[in-house]
């Protein structure tokens, strides 16, 4: 392997920085489960420039098999031993959704910048106060919509924002899990609006790039009558319009037999772009009473691993710039804000405007 | 982010394992050039139950950047320090290709495992005292074939493998570079067959499951003549007869304009198999005048990224193991070997048997 | 070209039978126009076993062109002429939509079969009164939804029928023209839901195989503010329950920068499928700024041409074997039916049941 | 439908011109095997500016059912009958390869503009002798590549003389059959190379725009032994050098499990493009198992139909026009040179040059 190829492969990823040890960056991490470790792996391995200084778990044993994996220092039962710790600078929230409030206030109290997992919380009561003491303290929060840095749909986002489609007219959203989770997850998910249709909600507003004022919502338990008696649905058709005049269209289900389904397509005046999932290859067969390929990467955790360490980036990048974050308070407020309006459009088989909600 | 999603995602990579100090295995690097940096990257960040121990380059500061950069504790100008470190149980070397005889068998005579980058010498003489060495030392030897590990390539070799397109009687692969190395380059690269085609010529092995019995090789400079001046060609068309009757097509130009340009069709008497191109997203935009997609990824270390983890991954297992490595030494010498025919072809214009050569 | 390619073509087209000049079936053809034409060339020139003997248009240098072109014995400005002609056994109603009703009565009073384009009519009375002289007179009468008969959706119903994807959960149809009509058009078209996303209702209850119940509308003009000004709109959303629980949302939009944009998407409980648009050729470009193909079919006539041959065979077979038409009178009225709940559900912005309408 | 429809689709296939009793032009149908009749059919229905005669075929009942059929006034057990009927001003030959040379004499005689079937001829002699005479009598001669005239392969073509993909480089072509045909038909064929490569050696002169100078080929039976026994082989590979320096593969089998596979990819300095296969429909099938599709169209008929009709209006255009057919007799011979050269290079196993066989 000679020289040449160090200037030929013009497109190679960015260089590691090699340690900064003055101005290094410290974080803490509250919640070790499986995304606080995705997380975790991801400052530890991949982002060698900042250092993981402490994690939290409510179950220590957790938290410390996380700390060995990951050769973080400091580990903890207590929450509060990681955002008290002088010299963490930043904090990733990512315990169980009833307490994000808590501990983004915590947080912001300390003067420690926030990476909050989604959603910021059920209760918009809640969130407004957890918004307002981040704007006090002057502390960035990012909310973790991850997909947003999906090479995908970040090609999608930038299709819209380049005019590479012209003035967008209509989006359709198809976003369905390979299998319905738990009767116990349903019961504390908060519902599928909150808890799957959330980053749906999301991702229409990243790609509309304007504010949705009214809500249709529509669907049923189809996979599982258990989740109906329990008083959600697993089947979804939500409608949104936009101030800007565009409507987005979503269809959810819980349950794809043949895997994870993460689709978007935005029609415009200036033409269209649609996106498919991705495959572990791109092999096509030719067989003898068809030709196929593989099914799709079967869920988020790998449909979307690159798009946790991206967001991870840009956080710290939001962080040591003081610029806002890419994925805003507002912007986790106004999905949950929209997952209301859709549960209630829902029960009461009417258009629900966002103004109705909150 | 609840607890059922640990259930469910039974596809995950599998979990890095706590770090095991005792049994450790420690390897050492020859050559930290960009591909030595690779390997060292991910046995330092993405492999972490193994430990590298040393890294030599002839230019000691490049040495020193790397172990400073990934951590390495010891560094060196003088590749032997490498060879001669007790500690080291294995190494890869990633020198220039004239110097890795030397080093196999300085390797081979410490007891040590090797992984050494392709081609192994262009001179045979030399691979066969360098594998008499290995068979001596009862080590493992495993050469740096990445692309079998590229997971486009591993799929189309496991539906041969497993007959799922029957009984192959035909290969066609289309290998063609984003643009022509420097002419420095080229002096010094061996000829086209021996430093790009090589990698065709390990697929077709790789893909046939048999030993080439003979070649015919055309081609020109079409691309720049000065590099048919120099006495090597730039597009190239190589015709591989296997010894169980199948026959390869190859189709080589250092410059494609779209990039870079990997491909493989099979096809036997049960169906075919083909794959794509890899590309940096799955967008689809529907424009004015055409329908389009953005360029295939650029290069090999964009396209092949992975696939250099993955045959790390391979060899470390195998070392563990004491298992046969899945390149093995006859596999680079047979790789040489071809390409010594195809040049002869090229150059007298007629089927050149393997046995003629070596 | 010797024999033996006889045996192999298995899979060639039906041979068309020699002419059987006894029981030959004649037709005759209200309205001249471009639809009728087409209509004409394929009875004339693709389905030799019958015989267009008649054709009637208002303007009598149509008909006469028409006859001249094709073949046709008898021509006139008076479409009675051909619906008192007692050599005719069934009619092709291509003419006007307002005049589809009285044709229909007076073609069902003569004891012909009734081929009759979309929609039947504007009003629901008429259509009704209309079905009843039909079922009275016991003749067949089929409503032109040439769109079941293309080759495309034609196999998305036969996955759903044959329970390839499970039970039917969702539908979303894309169905956008190239251009918009002119004002004078859209003036008497009906509207968009009538004129336009007619053909989706008709394809979401073959689809479906049930009946919708529930229809919720919107839209507005963002293509041309002059189609709003007119009461119209060119850019439309509209979701459709179905009594089995399906739903169906459906995009439409008068003008594509791409050209004719019309795909399906069906999800069920064991999988889904969608189809793609047609294209010219396959080719596909591997450019030096993007991987690109050719626009797809631009418009009706190219896209769907081969439907309306497909269709007029299948109600030849129904006219011919007494069975009841592929497509019914009852078709043809439900999607008026549901175009005039979508336009109230436009107004009103609400969810509007069927039952409200007809 | 309404009248604005007729404006806006632009692309519309060309009108039929009403019939033009006095210029009209007259052709005769010798040899009415399948191919005959496909003609037959396209002269009679598809393109009713024109008159076909008669029909000649050694079993007089084949010609009589073709006359009945497509209308045809004449019929006759004898070609002469055809050939010398004076109102016949052009004639296609559809006869078996060994009396192509005969017909195309005679018509030559008569001043009769002529259409042959492909292989003009096996032996090269007669070839020479029939195009002197179609060159002295100043008529038309066009050969029946019909692939030429297929939308895919005429878009490749198209890319390459308008410059879209630079200076071509390489051609590959893959062609095979969904089944072999019986052995009597083998042992009339000519072998595989003058049989079915015959139609690649015109493609990859079409494509190159060039002419071949030196040919190599190899091969054997691999689908059926009576194959190999008969002296023919059922699995070929051919490279073909161009004067130009472009290089073709081509790769045939007389079986591929998924039926017919027809495809071609030209790479040069500005890119490249490619053709998949046809297929009946654009449906994919998210399944439980594979994302898969229907199999391409089966054979010839069903993948070339359009072509062979395209072709005859190239063969009437030019005869009306007096303009050089756009499939000469050259082309015609010289598609047989390159199978001569063919069978010699797979006999001989060397690179044979053109300049060695004629």
Not at 114 to 124: A, G, M
Not at 140 to 164: K, S, Y
Not at 173 to 190: F, N, T, V, W
């Amino acid at each position: 392997m000679l020289a040449w190829h160090h200037e030929l492969a013009v497109q190679q990823p960015p260089a590691y920085p090699s340690a900064m040890p003055d101005n290094q960056l410290h974080l803490g991490l509250v919640g070790a489960g499986r995304i606080g470790r995705v997380h975790a792996e991801h400052l530890c391995r991949r982002i060698p420039e900042v250092r993981l200084a402490a994690v939290a778990d409510v179950n220590e044993s957790v938290a410390m098999a996380c700390a060995q994996e990951f050769g973080i220092p400091e580990w903890s039962a207590d929450a509060r031993k990681v955002l008290d710790n002088p010299e963490v600078q930043a904090v990733l929230i990512c315990s169980p959704t009833d307490t994000h409030s808590q501990w983004i206030e915590a947080a912001a109290a300390q003067g420690k910048h926030i990476f909050c997992e989604k959603p910021l919380d059920f209760d918009l009561g809640r969130i407004d106060l957890s918004l307002r003491a981040v704007k006090e303290a002057g502390v960035i929060l990012q909310t973790g919509f991850n997909r947003r840095f999906d090479p995908n749909f970040a090609r999608v986002r930038q299709a819209v924002a380049d005019g590479e489609i012209g003035t967008p007219h209509q989006i359709h959203i198809i976003s369905r899990d390979p299998a319905p989770p738990p009767l116990e997850y349903i019961a504390k998910s908060g519902g599928i609006f909150m808890d799957m249709t959330i980053h749906d909600f999301d991702m229409a507003r990243f790609l509309a790039g304007a504010e949705v004022e009214e809500v249709y919502a529509t669907g049923s338990a189809r996979v599982e009558a258990a989740i109906g008696k329990a008083g959600d649905l697993d089947t979804a058709e939500v409608l949104l319009k936009f101030a800007n005049g565009i409507v987005a269209t979503i269809e959810n289900c819980r349950q794809a037999a043949y895997g994870y389904d993460q689709r978007v397509e935005v029609f415009g005046s200036g033409g269209g772009i649609l996106i498919d999932n991705d495959y572990p290859n791109t092999a096509r067969v030719q067989g003898k009473s068809a030709i196929y390929r593989d099914l799709p990467l079967n869920f988020f955790m790998q449909r979307y691993i690159e798009s946790y360490l991206v967001e991870m980036r840009a956080f710290l990048d939001a962080v040591r710039s003081r610029r806002p974050s890419p994925v805003s308070g507002h912007d986790g407020r106004m999905a949950v804000v929209i997952a209301h309006a859709a549960r209630r459009s829902w029960a009461e088989n009417r258009p629900v405007r966002l103004s109705e909600v909150g």
